[in-house]
């Protein structure tokens, strides 16, 4: 814990008293002193013998400690009953309580006391405004005002997320296919990462689906257009997603269906569409070689349709499972059923559009404050507005 000790200005005269910051100090010899009341800081403590402490800056004050008047013959003028005002700002006042401080016993051993406790909060200044005195004299003392500061509080600004000076909420994307990509047009903030949410937002087809664009950077990384570019070996062009869905003399457009394209670039003297092909597979003509996870890329991309686009994907069926948190927009469009057992929460906006059935099995809800839109259609329906449905 670290200690500190600011500025002292007492009613009978100003002055400065830079006390010493080590603990059980013993400084009774310097003790402050006034003998003539006067105008209190504070509008509501009347005119009196008051001590205002006033750091330069805003201070979390968590404890403190206080050695009351010690020196010989002057215990007796120490503050026996005072009350404590402290101000946050250095202009309105709070009342900490009423408190009785132990008189000193004029010893050279004097220890002082534990004085009140602040329950960390900042402050700007303090304020001891002496009630009575042990003699009731005219005069009052207090030796010295030692207050403790927390070093771990936060003296910036503590963001939503109660870091100080943090970077605020994080902004997560929803991962829908679980691919570890976020769907860039749904998106929440929160401090902690919900399931089903990503930080990034790479995935503009959030469906599972590939489009060519994915599907030519595997062809082109794999050294495949040297064979099947300009030269069009086996009449086969992969350099346009209208000449490889043509598929070459080979195997026509059914190179784009089952496991045809796999085959072609993995299996020797593969029989696509009836007529083996007379030469090894692609992958020992490149300079590079499709590795597992590449293949099964690509094999995905051929099962969804082989689509020009990802958004062209349209799975048969889908079992919704993931929440949608506040600011989540999505649309789930099928071309058969939807299964869902998800909460759309409040201020999400979702669509589930299926060409023949949506079942909202148990657990499905719709928080007050949420959109949530249910339509039979399919992948080439048109959204209506008179499908809405508002909750």
């Known amino acids: 814990m670290k200690n500190l000790f600011l500025l002292l200005i007492c009613s009978l005269y100003s002055f400065v008293m830079q006390a010493q910051c080590v603990d059980n100090g013993n400084y009774w010899n310097e003790s402050w002193m006034s003998c003539t009341v006067s105008t209190n800081p504070n509008p509501a403590r009347a005119v009196s013998h008051w001590i205002l402490y006033e750091f330069h800056e805003p201070q979390y004050i968590d404890s403190s400690h206080i050695w009351n008047a010690n020196r010989t013959g002057e215990s007796a003028l120490g503050a026996k009953d005072v009350v404590i005002d402290y101000s946050p700002d250095g202009t ?19 220890q002082g006391f534990e004085g009140p406790v602040f329950g960390g909060v900042f402050l700007h200044k303090i304020l001891i405004t002496v009630l009575n005195t042990y003699d009731n004299g005219s005069c009052a003392s207090i030796a010295e005002v030692q207050f403790k500061i927390d070093p771990e509080a936060c003296y910036g600004i503590v963001d939503a997320c109660g870091i100080c000076d943090g970077p605020g909420e ?51 990384d794999n050294g495949c257009l040297g ?33 045809n394209l796999v085959g072609i670039i993995t299996i020797p003297n593969y029989d696509a569409c009836g007529s083996p092909i007379g030469f090894p597979p692609m992958n020992d003509r490149v300079g590079g070689a499709f590795d597992a996870t590449e293949l099964a890329t690509l094999q995905a991309w051929v099962d ?39 909460l759309v929460g409040i201020g999400a906006n979702i669509t589930f559009d299926a060409g023949t059935q949506i079942c909202l099995d148990p657990g499905f809800e719709v928080e007050n404050g949420a959109i949530f839109h249910a339509m039979i259609g399919g992948c080439s329906s048109t959204f209506q507005s008179n499908q809405l449905l508002n909750k």
């Open 304 to 342: 969804g349709g082989a689509p020009e686009n990802c958004t062209d994907y349209c799975p048969e069926n889908e079992t919704i499972t993931l929440d949608y948190l506040t600011g989540a927009l999505n649309t789930h469009q099928v071309s058969q059923q939807i299964n869902a057992s998800n």
């Open 227 to 259: 064979c099947h570019g300009n030269n069009a070996s086996g009449g086969l062009d992969l350099r346009t997603y209208a000449t490889a869905s043509l598929g070459g003399n080979t195997c026509g457009s059914s190179i784009l269906s089952g496991n």
């Open 170 to 220: 994080t902004t997560w994307y929803v991962d829908a296919d679980g691919d570890g990509l976020g769907n860039p047009t749904s998106s929440v903030d929160a401090c902690i990462q919900p399931a089903g949410y990503v930080e990034n937002n790479n995935d503009n087809c959030d469906n599972g689906a590939l489009g060519w664009d994915d599907v030519f950077i595997l062809f082109d």
């Open 92 to 110: 309105t006042w709070t009342e900490l309580g009423t408190y009785t401080f132990p008189q000193a016993d004029e010893s050279s051993t004097y």
